[in-house]
């Protein structure tokens, strides 16, 4: 059962990225795209490939960061982890990559996988909430309307959801009829086990200083993203203002929580495309940068995770030696 489920949501997320590609075929005139990307500058290029890569440091040290209060972890080990979970996103749908870096990372450390998970919900948690709150500002100040404005909205709407959430999880002992539930989910100690781990995880947004530490470098992040959108652009000949690179930056990476093939291949680039003409951009160029974006991450983290889960494999080997 578990494996039809798991190809009807892999189904699905093909699907919807075939779909996602015919609205852009459809609205964009391919060759001319193709054109503008042939005319891509090498130095604008190489200040992409350097955001992108600050930013995955970036990441990785706010992982660390965030697991400190659950236990003691090299950054390598956090930035290993991190790319072999982005490596998994590239080729496995529905962000499987996030239980995957969580098994791995558990396997290097010790740490409880699902301790390591909880603490990826939060940091998902912070994200959207930075990236929601970019892309509101952004269209306050570029007056952007319709489906645009709409899909930051829900990503509000999902942002608060995460956020009661996650309040829930910490408050369950504390509800009516906790006790009768406790009750029965103690007949399977396994599973309760495993909730008490996750919980463990979500727990770190009480420690002020840890989430504090975690908005900053967010916020390091997504101005790296902010960027990196910026050079693609500009390598292609656009000028965009701080405000479309940064609306670009979080609607797209909003559009890829809609389940997608591996990669988000289709839903980002329809995202690019219908952004960017929101706010003036013409299709085609915006076309053009999207896939030099997407390209470009999907390269680096690839090469990256693959990299990283050779060093772990080959460390493994000599260990059993």
């Not at 007949?187 to 989430?211: D, E, F, Q, S, Y």
């Not at 390091?220 to 910026?230: E, H, N, T």
Request: aromatic share 4%; charged share 15%; proline share 3%.
């Amino acid at each position: 059962m578990r494996f039809r489920g798991g190809l009807g949501r892999a189904a699905l997320g093909i699907a919807i990225s075939v779909a996602a590609l015919v609205l852009v075929a459809r609205s964009v005139d391919i060759p001319t795209a193709w054109e503008v990307m042939r005319t891509a500058q090498p130095a604008w290029l190489l200040l992409l490939v350097a955001f992108v890569s600050i930013d995955l440091l970036t990441r990785a040290l706010r992982w660390r960061v965030l697991l400190a209060p659950v236990g003691r972890v090299r950054y390598l080990d956090s930035l290993g982890s991190l790319l072999v979970g982005y490596l998994a996103n590239n080729v496995l749908p529905a962000r499987l990559g996030e239980f995957v870096r969580s098994h791995d990372l558990g396997e290097r450390t010790g740490l409880s996988k699902s301790t390591i998970l909880g603490t990826i919900v939060v940091e998902r948690v912070v994200d959207t909430l930075v990236v929601v709150a970019i892309a509101a500002v952004a269209i306050l100040v570029l007056s952007v309307r319709g489906i645009v404005a709409s899909a930051v909205l829900v990503g509000l709407a999902v942002t608060l959801l995460l956020v009661v959430g996650i309040a829930v999880g910490l408050a369950a002992h504390r509800l009516p009829g906790a006790d009768r539930v406790s009750a029965f989910i103690n007949r399977w100690p396994r599973v309760h086990g495993l909730l008490v781990r996750l919980r463990t995880g979500l727990a770190i947004t009480r420690n002020v200083r840890v989430m504090a530490i975690a908005l900053a470098l967010t916020l390091v992040s997504w101005s790296c993203s902010v960027l990196g959108f910026a050079s693609a652009a500009q390598s292609v000949g656009i000028e965009p203002t701080i405000g479309q690179a940064a609306l670009l930056a979080a609607g797209v990476n909003l559009a890829t929580a809609v389940p997608a093939a591996p990669g988000y291949v289709g839903t980002f680039e329809l995202a690019a495309v219908t952004i960017a003409a929101s706010v003036g951009i013409d299709r085609e160029s915006a076309l053009a940068f999207a896939v030099l974006v997407h390209a470009m991450s999907l390269l680096i983290t690839s090469i990256g995770g693959a990299g990283a889960l050779l060093v772990r494999l080959r460390r493994a080997q000599r260990r059993q030696g």
